[in-house]
């Protein structure tokens, strides 16, 4: 089971039309996907329409549950949505004050992994909606990664949450003593802007290995998906904005099938500099 986390330490820079589309696409090419959401403003639940603040469970629950917790309690907080292959863990607001008890709480940047491993049967895919700031549930989510996709607004106020993401990110990698597969994303992409070209460029300069060599536009389809409460990919699969989604989920499954290739000197692929480069010198 694949574990991709959506995640940026700043708000508005398209997490969770990010995190529900890709699984729209992922659902429609026959996965079995569930959608996490860990934010306490529920946007990824308001997006199908559910009211986090009416719901007698969520997924604070399960994080704040200090017994075992068993498949079956997390079965009956998970929600079959209206669209074949795609369920929710939907969010709440008490996990406002989970973050403020927790974090003190000995293993509890464990707890989502091990609930998620629980399910391993039943989901070929996991995409998690982070906060937009750091705390115990961002650093469950990254725990419990095997991919963290960063959506990055092309304006310059994104590029200063962005790197305080990546201070997160090497905070979490050491503490593991691990590696943690990310994939930059530029979201609301207008080429015809300066101040959207120079940051780009930025981004490309500092982070050519893990910049995907595309980006997604700023396309109105995308709001009117979100505001139908309908994956993008279902409702206008035409769109600029739903097709640049596509070609990410396409390259992200093929990143994953290339890293299982590892050849006899444990080299692992990685976006390379060289495409991330000419796609940009073209596009830019």
Known sequence: MQVWTVANQKGGV???TS???????????GKRVLLVDLDAQGSMSSYFGIKPQSLK???AELLHHEG????????DIVMELPYEGLSLMPSSPSLITLERTAQHRRGFGLVLGQVLSLL???FDLVLIDCPPAL???MINALVASTRL??????EFLSLQGFARMQQTVDMVQHSLDTVIDRVVVPTMVDRRTQACQQTVRSLRNEFPVDLWPGHIPIDTKLRDAS???VPANLFQPAAKGVQAYGALYRFLEQRISSQRRVDSEGETFANSDKATKAYWAEAV
């Open 14 to 16: 398209g997490k969770t």
């Open 19 to 29: 995190a529900v589309t890709l699984g729209g696409y992922a659902a429609q090419a």
């Open 57 to 59: 469970q969520s997924s």
């Open 68 to 75: 075992q917790v068993s498949r079956q309690m997390i079965m």
């Open 120 to 122: 391993e049967e039943d």
């Open 135 to 137: 705390g115990v549930l």
């Open 149 to 154: 996709i960063i959506p990055v607004q092309a």
């Open 227 to 229: 505001r139908l409460g």
